[in-house]
Nanobody, 124 residues
């Protein structure tokens, strides 16, 4: 059973930066695809970023492309989401997700394991 724990959320002004972390335990980190999703109040959870098992293949939602970067550190069993040029519309609870790597996956149904989420609030 894989367990995921996110951290790093908080309150930031528009234009600022934050770096989220997600530590994985209970599985073989190097075999998992990892992703970040987010859910804003009153909205459905949406895909943000994807990393394949090696970290060499990444993919982003158009809304965050060029501003967010997903990366992973296998030695620490951790995946990161570096966010810059933050906008008020980035305000959401951010979740990391994991699953065996079968290729690019951008929908919730592709992920078996989820963290509890971390709140990111961007003020205008």
């Amino acid at each position: 059973q894989v367990q995921l724990v996110e951290s790093g959320g908080g309150l930031v002004q528009a234009g600022g930066s934050l770096k989220l972390s997600c530590v994985a335990s209970g599985g073989t980190f190097g075999t998992y695809a990892l992703a970040w999703f987010r859910q804003a109040p009153g909205k459905e959870r949406e895909f943000v970023a994807f990393s394949n098992w090696s970290g060499r293949a990444t993919y982003y939602a158009d809304s965050v492309k060029g501003r967010f970067t997903i990366s992973r550190d296998s030695a620490k069993n951790t995946v990161y989401l570096s966010m810059s040029s933050l906008k008020p519309e980035d305000t959401a609870v951010y979740y990391c997700a994991a699953n065996i790597d079968y290729g690019l996956a951008t929908t919730e149904q592709n992920y078996a394991y989820w963290g509890q989420g971390t709140q990111v609030t961007v003020s205008s």
